[in-house]
């Protein structure tokens, strides 16, 4: 009997029937595609683990508790979002549901009636759901792949599993459950005569008044936004998603663009002109040199190996500047030893004879075949981006530090690194020594690889170059070939495909609350007309009908996005404070462009549902509306 009379109510409510099932397809879509991507992510993790180490042990990670965290997370957000919307059909029959208790069904009759009319109209949506979830991360993967096709060590391709199925069903069916269950447990225990004395009269014991929106667009502001607040509980699951989605689009854009504006300057602009490519080798030869030097479209070439070592400097020796500031209000790492010595980190450089000359040239020094950088960053009266720099030791004396057992006097101070692609260590002694030089002390300073600092004739010989590096190498080498204009190419992508990801995410949590406005705006025709008559009766013509009904979507359009803007300003101008980007920087990245079309798409989707619903409602006959004094 329960289940014909729940085929028979679907059938004859269409509208709120459609919205039900499109708000269970789009959350089983959601959910399919976090436990797909997940399980996709976490095989990655796997993968790269197998490379690094040659094996996988299994063993417990908090990366798959994340993960579950997460989709938990998104279960929960889901039913505090949607379970609203299946309050409002629901609340529409509670005189109907009044009627069969006064004859004998009992609360948990009720209570399982209305759960099994859920699932057999949201059965099918969540199966296509999951379909079209674990099919959008298909896509994403696929887009990831060709992303990161050129930084990647190891294949990637898409992994599915009969797992992530039953995972995806399991809390897509548990999601719309808890959601239905929680309007109808409260339905089920009202009283039959509270359920026989329900009406569908909108009820509002105290209505705001909204001066301000009225100042700006008069009478029809003030009956637009009245007419929402007294709705405010049917949407308010389309405003809770449409919040979220505007918080999660505006906020991970933010994020990517300033983390975008930090890369740009910290590494790309800082290193543009220090490098066009490298190739960094177990050889030791200077043959690959001279052959590097000698290719066509190169320019240059920096052939250097790295060495770390540490030593220790009396303060007697610190520059003038340095002894004012006091090394330790720099930074806390700095403290004496027994000896009163301060310990530094050594980066060792070694440069081949002709750029070590050329090094020694430019900063004019002596070719000593040892040199000193000799500057420490000033933290007390300069910003992290913009450095100010002091001497390290006073010049004027000459410097012999024990370094792996070596005892190096230097003479020679330079204030710049060579022009390689290095970072400069900040609070460490850094030394230059030539090839010879090195050649003394190879026994104590071990180095394991050398890397090629290339510089090219032009940009355009990139591919070409590459392509000769990869002929005049022995197939059997182990080698490393990194050009900058691919990993720009390549950071380039990487970002448009967080940019993808963002949008699609933002864009299912969007998509339930559209599909809860047009269950709002189609599901609540009978009401509007009674509430337009009454306007018409004094006299508001067909046009100012539709201005209200303009105001009513551009309010519910663009107060989720305001909401998302205040609650990320804060959230943005700390980061930007934090990196320290100029907010003339962050203007220019800001993303605007993919927020407005977002915003204009929202508004789209609200005005058309808003149109299909006020054309039934403003070409009623409103005389006929008025003669009827009841409310259904």
């Known amino acids: 009997m329960w289940t014909d009379y729940s085929i028979r109510y679907i059938k004859n409510n269409k509208t709120s ?3 039900l099932a499109g708000i269970s397809f789009v959350s089983s879509a959601f959910l399919a595609l976090l436990c797909s991507m997940a399980y996709n ?34 279960c929960l957000s889901l039913i505090i979002m949607i379970h609203n919307a299946f309050e409002i059909p629901m609340n529409s029959r509670i005189h109907q549901l009044g009627i069969l208790q006064s004859v004998g069904a009992t609360p948990k009759q009720i209570r399982s009636f209305l759960l099994q009319e859920v699932m057999i109209l949201c059965a099918i949506p969540i199966v296509l759901g999951i379909g079209v979830g674990i099919g959008s991360s298909f896509l994403l993967v696929q887009t990831a792949v060709f992303v990161t096709d050129e930084i990647r060590t190891y294949e990637v391709t898409f992994q599915f599993h009969i797992m992530v199925v039953l995972l995806s069903l399991f809390a897509s069916g548990l999601t719309v459950l808890l959601s239905a269950w929680i309007p ?5 225990r009202l009283t039959p005569l509270t359920a026989l004395s329900y009406g569908t009269e909108l009820s509002v014991p105290k209505m705001k008044r909204f001066s301000l ?8 502001g003030e009956l637009a936004r009245k007419s929402i607040y007294a709705r405010r509980k049917e949407l308010r699951t389309s405003t809770l998603s449409l919040t979220f989605a ?70 007697q020796v610190f520059s003038k500047e340095l002894q004012e500031t006091g090394v330790h209000n720099l930074n806390e790492q700095f403290v004496p030893n027994n000896e009163n010595l301060y310990p530094f980190s050594v980066p060792i450089y070694i440069l081949d004879d002709d750029s070590f000359g050329a090094y020694c040239k430019d900063n004019r020094l002596e070719q000593n075949g040892i040199a000193a950088i000799n500057t420490i960053w000033d933290s007390i009266h300069s910003s992290r981006k913009y450095r100010e720099y002091i001497p390290l030791v006073d010049q004027e004396k000459p410097l012999t530090v024990d370094v792996a057992g070596n005892q190096f006097t230097i003479t020679d101070f330079a204030k710049e690194m060579p022009m390689i692609k290095e970072e400069y260590k900040q609070y460490s002694l850094s030394l230059i020594l030539s090839e010879s030089f090195y050649e003394k002390v190879r026994e104590t300073l071990q180095t394991d690889e050398t890397t090629y600092n290339i510089y090219l004739t032009s940009m355009d ?3 070409k170059v590459q392509e000769q590096i990869h002929n005049n190498l022995p197939e059997n080498s182990t080698y490393t070939l990194e050009s900058r204009m691919e990993e720009e190419k390549s950071e380039f992508k990487m970002r448009n495909g967080l940019k993808i990801f963002v949008c699609c995410f933002a864009g299912f949590l969007a998509l339930i609350g559209i599909v809860n406005i047009f269950s709002f705006t189609l599901g609540q025709i009978y009401q509007r007309k009674k509430e337009f008559a009454r306007y018409f009766s004094v006299g508001l013509s067909p046009k100012g009908m539709r201005k209200i009904l303009t105001l009513e979507a ?19 101008a700390w980061a930007l404070q934090a990196s320290e980007i100029a907010v003339s920087e962050y203007i220019q990245k800001a993303p605007v462009l993919i927020t407005g079309l977002f915003t204009l798409a929202i508004f789209l989707f609200i005005m058309l549902a808003y149109c299909i619903g006020g054309k039934k409602v403003c070409n009623s006959d409103f005389v006929e509306v008025i003669k009827d004094e009841t409310m259904l």
């Open 246 to 315: 505007f918080l999660a689009l505006i906020g991970l854009l933010n994020i990517e663009a300033i983390s975008g504006i930090s890369t740009q300057f910290t590494y790309f602009e800082r290193f543009r002109d220090k490098w066009d490519m490298t190739l960094t080798t177990a050889s030791d030869s200077g043959e690959l040199l001279q052959q590097l030097k000698s290719m066509e479209g190169i320019k240059s070439c920096i052939a250097y190996k790295k060495a770390v070592a540490d030593t220790c400097i009396s303060d």
């Open 554 to 572: 551009m309010v519910i359009s663009v107060r989720p996005f305001l909401l998302g803007v205040l609650i990320s300003l804060p959230f943005v």
């Open 41 to 74: 992510m976490w095989i990655d993790h796997v993968n790269q683990i197998m490379v690094q180490e040659g094996s996988y042990t299994s063993r417990p990670e908090p990366l798959a508790a994340a993960y579950g965290f997460v989709i938990a997370a998104a």
């Open 213 to 220: 929106f009225s100042r700006f667009f008069g009478i029809h």
């Open 461 to 463: 010989m990139d591919k």
């Open 184 to 188: 109808a447990r409260r339905i089920s």
């Open 17 to 19: 029937s459609i919205s």
